[in-house]
C-alpha cells in the first residue's frame, strides 16, 4: 500500500519565485497536515485539513503562504514570492479518521532551497 | 514560545545500553503524547504514545514515561540498537479540543555506537 507522497522531493528555486508542492495522502485518510522542518524550531505545523476543508491554519507564516485540498487524494502548498527564509524541509502528512489520537502518517518530505 | 522542549540536541550510546530521551512541555492541555523516529532523507514514523491518564507505556524496546506533575515525559530503549540510530522527535496534543494539532520538540539525534 503506498504511503504519503510527496512532489518534487528537491526543489531550488530563486527568491523571489513561485513555489508549488505537492501532497497526495493515503487512500481513505480523512485529515491532511503540512509541517515545516527547520533546524531552529523543529517540525512545526502549518495547516491542516479534514474532509478537505481547512481546520486550523494558526502556523501559516504569512500571505506568501497558501494551501489548497480541492479533492480527498490531493493537496498542494504554495509559497509565493518564495524568500531565502523559507528554505527548509516540508512534510505533508496524513491521518486516517479524524479523531485527536489518531497517528499521523508522514511522506518523505520536500526539500526547498531558496537562493 | 517552544512549547515542547527537547534540550539535548544529541545524544551517543553504546550499543546494548539503555539510551534515555527526554521531554519537556509547558502547556498544561497538552494530555497525548508521542515519538516519532526519523530516518536522513526520510518522514518521521510514529514509534510510541501515552495517554496522561497513564504513566507508562511500553512496547518491546520502548517505554514511554510520563511524569504530569513535572511536565516530562522520557523514553527509553533497552537495550539500544545500531539501527535505533535516528532523529527522536517528541510531540503533543491536546485532545479534549477535539483538534489533531500536534506541537513537536526540536529532536534529539541518537547515535548508537557498536
Known amino acids: 500500500d503506498a504511503g504519503v507522497i510527496q512532489s518534487p522531493r528537491h526543489e531550488v528555486t530563486e527568491m523571489g519565485q513561485e513555489v508549488t508542492l505537492r501532497c497526495k495522502p493515503i487512500s481513505g485518510h480523512n485529515s491532511l497536515f503540512w509541517y515545516r522542518q527547520t533546524m531552529m524550531r523543529g517540525l512545526e505545523l502549518l495547516i491542516y485539513?479534514?474532509?478537505?476543508?481547512?481546520?486550523?491554519d494558526s502556523g501559516m507564516p504569512e500571505d506568501r503562504f497558501s494551501a489548497k485540498m480541492p479533492n480527498a487524494s490531493f493537496s498542494t502548498l504554495k509559497i509565493q514570492p518564495s524568500e531565502p527564509r523559507d528554505s527548509a524541509v516540508y512534510f505533508c502528512?496524513?491521518?486516517?479518521?479524524?479523531?485527536?489520537?489518531?497517528?499521523?502518517?508522514f511522506g518523505p518530505g520536500t526539500r526547498l532551497t531558496v537562493l | 514560545d517552544q512549547q515542547v522542549k527537547q534540550n539535548s540536541p544529541s545524544l551517543s550510546v553504546q550499543e546494548g545500553r539503555i539510551s534515555i530521551l527526554n521531554c519537556d512541555y509547558t502547556n498544561s492541555m497538552f494530555d497525548y503524547f508521542l515519538w516519532y523516529k526519523k530516518y536522513p532523507a526520510e518522514g518521521p514514523t510514529f514509534l510510541i504514545s501515552?495517554?496522561?491518564?497513564?504513566d507508562k507505556n511500553e512496547d518491546g524496546r520502548f517505554t514511554v514515561f510520563l511524569n504530569k506533575s513535572a511536565k516530562h515525559l522520557s523514553l527509553h530503549i533497552v537495550p539500544s540498537q545500531p539501527g535505533d540510530s535516528a532523529v527522536y522527535f517528541c510531540a503533543a496534543r491536546a485532545t479534549n479540543f477535539g483538534n489533531e494539532k500536534l506541537t513537536f520538540g526540536t529532536g534529539t539525534r541518537l547515535t548508537i555506537i557498536p
Open positions: 485539513f479534514n474532509n478537505n476543508v481547512p481546520i486550523d
Open positions: 502528512a496524513s491521518s486516517p479518521k479524524g479523531r485527536s489520537t489518531d497517528t499521523q502518517y
Open positions: 501515552i495517554s496522561s491518564i497513564k
